[in-house]
């Protein structure tokens, strides 16, 4: 059964960096595209980013100049990095799993609220 | 980067109610359209992937069609463990983009 399970800072205060990590259970952590989401009550559900195994990135546009993915492939951990936050990114962040580019998520961690407050 | 419009943002139903969802796309998305179930302070569960195909283990009253830009999920007969919000999502072409949701709520 993959699990995947994450962890990271909760609060944070304006121009810090956000940093999540997310480790999988129970599959190997190659030939899968590992993502992050983030969910707000104004904006929903939003497409954060993804990595590979062989460190291939994509990012949304929107936020690419702040976000860094990062894969540690003997750990089967991924991580996250937003720098210089605002209250703006006050959100539940996920780490989730993708089979492949043309597949959605299938699998989700458990979610981490993140607040950016000074 | 595709818009998805999900409508209505929010319903009343009764259980036994047949419930349908739209997700419209603003362009061409092929088949690349999962629809997601989640309640509150839970991640979201995969219901129907590839427009169509039903999630392992999901129940069969839950559907999924349509293909393009036109997508709809539907509840045949709504169950109480039902009631939750209901998002789409593209996966057709960076970056991966979700509807706004729509909740199921009891009547």
């Known amino acids: 059964q993959v699990q995947l399970k994450q962890w990271g800072a909760g609060l944070l205060k304006p121009s810090e960096t956000l940093s999540l990590s997310c480790a999988v259970y129970g599959e190997t952590f190659s030939g899968f595209y590992w993502s992050w989401i983030r969910q707000t009550p104004k904006k929903g559900l939003e497409w954060i980013g993804e990595?590979?195994?062989?460190?291939?990135?994509n990012y949304n546009p929107s936020l690419k100049s702040r976000v860094s993915i990062l894969v540690d492939t003997s750990k089967n951990q991924f991580s996250l990095k937003l720098s210089s936050v605002t209250a703006a990114d006050t959100a539940v962040y996920y780490c989730a799993r993708r089979v492949g580019q043309r597949w959605p998520v299938d699998y989700w961690g458990q979610g981490t609220l993140a607040t950016v407050s000074s | 980067d595709i818009q998805m419009t999900q409508s209505p943002s929010s319903l009343s139903a009764s259980v036994r109610d047949r419930v349908t969802i739209t997700c419209r796309a603003s362009q061409d998305i092929r088949s690349d359209l999962g629809w997601y179930q989640q309640k509150p302070g839970k991640a979201p569960k995969r219901l129907i992937y590839?427009?169509?195909t039903l999630q392992s283990g999901v129940p069969s009253r839950f559907s999924g069609s349509g293909s393009r830009t036109e997508f709809t999920l539907t509840i045949s007969s709504l169950q109480p463990e039902d009631f939750a919000t209901y998002y789409c999502?593209?996966?057709?072409?960076?970056?991966?983009?979700f509807g706004q949701g729509t909740t199921v709520e009891f009547k």
């Open positions: 990595i590979n195994h062989s460190g291939m990135t």
């Open positions: 999502l593209q996966y057709n072409s960076y970056p991966l983009t």
């Open positions: 590839a427009a169509s």
